[in-house]
């Protein structure tokens, strides 16, 4: 089965809103990693978390190891956040990656 | 600021011939990829390398062969493009993965 489970598939929010992300996952791993991209971009590292909680700005990263799960929380979005949002973990020299949220934000 | 840089962008090309894709990576990493992104988004392994070193080959077809002259360098070869090659092909570094803009390749 798949070994990384994101949701939701996609989420539609009103500039302004929060969002929160889920990752979760089914075997153990090193480290895993959001990533963010737009139609037709390539992949922007958000965040590297093998565990705990990380901030960047108005992102911020909760990785539970034990628990396989992570989560990505989104605070007043804006229109430029819309775009696919992808976690992966790192099982060793490889990323195994989520089938993504598809993220878009209305004016 | 883009440290990993893959080229072509683009490569339309017809089933049977042969392509190759370049990256190179400044960031002095020793563990290079290439992952697979087809039409629904899926992203896949398709090879991890360390100090010009094959570590992994996720049950990747023949046809594709990944060369690496030293640690800074991994290229991509398909001897014969089948239509179901036609993707987006990322080339990575790093134990925090840091990844390149893509090859968009289409096979006609």
């Known amino acids: 089965g798949q070994q990384v489970q994101q949701s939701p598939t996609s989420l539609v929010l009103q500039e302004g809103e929060n969002a929160e992300l889920q990752c979760n996952f089914s075997t153990s791993l090193n480290s895993m990693q959001w990533f963010y991209q737009r139609p037709g971009g390539s992949l922007i590292s958000v965040f590297y978390n093998p565990s705990g909680t990380k901030q960047s700005g108005r992102l911020t990263s909760t990785t539970v190891i034990k628990e396989r799960r992570s989560s990505l929380h989104i605070s007043s979005s804006q229109i430029t956040d819309s775009g696919t949002y992808l976690c992966a973990v790192n099982m060793g020299y490889k990323l195994t990656f989520g089938t993504g949220t598809s993220l878009l934000v209305d004016p | 600021e883009t440290a990993v840089f893959q080229t072509p962008n683009y490569h339309v090309t017809q089933v049977g011939n042969e392509v190759s894709f370049n990256c190179k990576q400044t960031?002095?990493?020793?563990?290079m990829y290439w992952y697979k992104q087809d039409s629904k988004k899926l992203l896949k392994i398709m090879f991890s390398y360390n100090n010009k070193q094959l570590i992994v080959n996720e049950t990747v077809p023949r046809r594709f062969s990944p060369q690496s002259s030293d640690k800074a360098h991994l290229n991509l070869r398909i001897k014969s493009v089948e239509p179901e090659d036609s993707a987006v092909y990322l080339c990575?570094?790093?134990?925090?993965?840091?990844f390149g803009p893509g090859t968009r390749l289409t096979v006609l």
């Open positions: 990575a570094t790093g134990g925090e993965q840091f």
């Open positions: 960031l002095g990493h020793d563990t």
